[in-house]
């Protein structure tokens, strides 16, 4: 009988160490940026260890879908998703993820801009918490704007835009132009213009395909004005780095996640840059979109659904933990309330002591939603050709080059075209 006791007490406190260990699946900079909030998880469920593991970007999305496909095998408690690939997760394996209404995360809807849902809930399931957000905005050299005369403060259009790249051509002789496009590698300003003006690949209920709607046609048209104006290079992700160090461009149009690029990549031009906000299509109009941003999810298989719901929470819900994030790591955060915290009322030295935190999640409430659906990386692909052949000139207008492309994404996705 002793022993029978003793083997149970045994079984007990194996399950119970089990059960107060939490594994959690990220990438880059996000394991110490999430590492920071454990102690303060830590003091609401004392004893439950937390191994929160790099596992590389890419290693994280196809592990995911090869777990969800073997039904939840070695998946981890915590899973971070981009919220663009998503929805791959949420379509192909519906079961794979916990819906965390079961939880409670209902009630944290009103804690997050709209945009930010647009692409973690199906079926009215909510299948992930909002962790980081790129909301966009120019980054700018203010040494090279001040060279050229040009005044920040009277950009508030793309024609403005234009119009002070123009300038700066002038000034420096063709050698310095306002920004960097990733022509034929990515449509990534094709993206942040749609959706600054409320139009993407597909329709908010994922249900047709949209890209040819006037918005996204605006969009492009606007793009192909930049680039036949002159004022943006042509580079990908290497080259848009090569010319800020050289300082060869003086602006970077990006979600706002790019700060952080630009201080680790040029170091020595600190104080030199500054930020204000993404153009508008026409005066008034809005000046925000989106790039970029990530969320929490939790695996069906976890064993720890609750405790690590109360993670996910401590972690994105927690105001002093996102300012913390932001402050030490870059991260912007999808958290209304932090709009409330006067950390973002500091200046970042690199920036020249501009409270640049204050402007850019000052735009989280205008981000017009966007979905991306599951078929999200088959439409990029489509429309970073489209985009590169209407720049090369081999479309008659932006409207033709989308037609084209909707088709083709239609044709790829089974998806029809909006009428």
Request: with cysteine; glycine share 10%; net charge negative.
């Amino acid at each position: 009988m002793k022993r029978l006791t003793l083997f149970l007490a045994v079984l007990a406190l194996v399950g119970f160490s089990q059960a107060q260990t939490l594994r959690v699946w990220v990438w880059d900079i996000n394991k110490p940026a999430l590492e920071s909030t454990i102690a303060s998880f830590q003091e609401l469920h004392p004893g439950v260890e937390v191994i929160i593991e790099d596992i590389g970007n890419q290693n994280a999305f196809d592990r995911g879908l090869a777990g969800c496909a073997a039904g939840g095998i070695d998946l981890p408690d915590v899973y971070l998703v981009e919220n663009n690939e998503a929805e791959v997760f949420w379509a192909q394996f519906p079961d794979c993820f916990t819906d965390l209404r079961t939880l409670g995360a209902e009630a944290l809807r009103p804690a997050f801009p709209e945009f930010k849902w647009a692409e973690l809930m199906m079926d009215g399931a909510i299948y992930a918490i909002p962790y980081d957000s790129g909301p966009t905005a120019i980054f700018y050299r203010r040494d090279l704007y001040q060279q050229a005369g040009i005044d920040v403060d009277a950009i508030e259009t793309w024609d403005d835009f234009i119009a002070a790249g123009q300038q700066m051509l002038a000034a420096t002789g063709g050698a310095v132009r306002m920004g960097t496009v990733a022509k034929g590698a990515d449509d990534e300003w094709f993206r942040m213009l749609a959706n600054q003006n409320g139009c993407f690949y597909f329709d908010l209920a994922g249900e047709s395909v949209t890209v040819n709607q006037p918005g996204c046609v605006q969009a492009l048209d606007t793009l192909k004005r930049l680039v036949d104006a002159g004022v943006l290079a042509i580079g990908g992700w290497v080259e848009q780095i090569q010319l800020i160090q050289n300082s060869a461009v003086a602006s970077a149009f990006f979600g706002s996640w790019y700060g952080g690029v630009i201080q680790a990549e040029a170091p020595d031009q600190a104080g030199l840059w500054g930020v204000y906000l993404t153009p508008a299509q026409e005066p008034g109009g809005v000046r925000a979109s989106n790039l970029g941003g990530s969320a929490l999810a939790i695996p069906a298989s976890s064993q720890n659904q609750e405790l690590a719901y109360d993670f996910i929470v401590n972690a994105l819900a927690n105001v002093d933990n996102q300012i913390h994030i932001l402050a030490n790591y870059g991260l912007i955060p999808s958290l209304l309330a932090t709009l409330e915290h006067p950390y973002l009322d500091e200046g970042v030295p690199f920036f020249d002591n501009q409270p640049v935190w204050r402007l850019i999640l000052g735009t989280l409430g205008e981000v017009p939603p966007a979905r991306g659906t599951e078929f999200f990386q088959e439409a990029r692909n489509i429309l970073t050709a489209a985009v590169s052949d209407y720049l090369d000139g081999r479309h008659p207008s932006a409207q033709a080059a989308l037609d084209t492309a909707a088709r083709q994404i239609s044709s790829a996705t089974g998806l029809p075209i909006a009428p």
